[in-house]
């Protein structure tokens, strides 16, 4: 997995508690994302990090947020976890913001199995 | 965003047979098209990509082409092998290339049976 490790690998929560998930790197890629992983919509983006504190939303940002302290680490939280956020979580790296520099390809991490009750 | 469609949803073969696996994208500015295999309680592993420029590419039994024309791009997986069964998802990069980001279909599982 690239050097990438996420943790829980899985957590079961009530509706209402915050939760954090973490992505961690020991390959000192700029770049980093968090997915969602759902039956019938493949790999969603939530959010993505360009650097250090240095964060953008993705497609389904919306009762999510990240933050970024060190290169290495990139969490994701909930502040409030719904039922909607029942998914599969993937943290991806790449070296490379990409269009032909050749270094865009992303690696994704094991994932995290979250199921909000 | 660009629209990402991947077909068939599902495939099945018979091992030794060849496997076809096809995305259509929508923005001509793309240049950037990546497969990904995910066996089950894994993440997505990158198997081989494509880049505009080159119409095709392989990788032993496994092998990529781009139709810029068209705006599709298929994964051919030759002499299939149980062990090919997986989810397999196409990614493409969207306008502008906004930091990398990929827009990916939304899979196809492949089952070879023995």
């Known amino acids: 997995d690239a050097g990438i490790t996420q943790s829980p690998r899985h957590k079961v929560t009530e509706t209402g508690t915050p939760v954090t998930l973490r992505c961690h790197q020991t390959?000192?890629?700029?770049?980093m994302y968090w997915y969602r992983q759902d039956p019938g919509h493949g790999l969603r983006l939530i959010h993505y990090?360009?650097?250090?504190?240095?964060?953008d939303k993705g497609e389904v940002s919306d009762g999510y947020s990240v933050s970024r302290s060190k290169t290495e680490d990139f969490l994701l939280t909930l502040e409030s976890a719904t039922s909607s956020q029942t998914s599969v979580y993937f943290c991806?790296?790449?070296?490379?913001?990409?269009?032909?520099?050749?270094?865009?390809?992303?690696?994704f991490g094991p994932g995290t199995r979250l199921l909000v009750l | 965003g660009e629209n990402v469609e991947q077909h068939p949803s599902t495939l099945s073969v018979q091992e030794g047979d060849s496997a076809v696996i096809k995305c259509t994208y929508s923005?001509?500015?793309?240049?950037?098209f990546p497969w990904y295999k995910q066996e089950l309680g894994k993440g997505p592993q990158l198997i081989i990509d494509?880049?505009?420029?080159?119409g095709e590419k392989k990788d032993q039994r496994i092998a990529v082409t781009l139709n810029k024309t068209a705006k599709h791009f298929s994964l051919h997986i030759t002499e299939t092998q149980p062990e090919d069964s997986a989810v397999y998802f196409c990614?493409?990069?969207?306008?502008?290339?906004?930091?990398?980001?990929?827009?990916f279909g939304k899979g196809t599982k492949l089952s070879v049976k023995p």
């Open positions: 990614a493409g990069t969207p306008p502008g290339g906004s930091q990398g980001n990929l827009n």
């Open positions: 990090s360009y650097g250090v504190k240095d964060t």
């Open positions: 390959e000192n890629h700029r770049y």
């Open positions: 494509i880049r505009s420029n080159v």
């Open positions: 923005d001509s500015a793309s240049n950037y």
């Open positions: 991806a790296i790449s070296e490379s913001k990409g269009q032909g520099t050749g270094q865009e390809t992303q690696y």
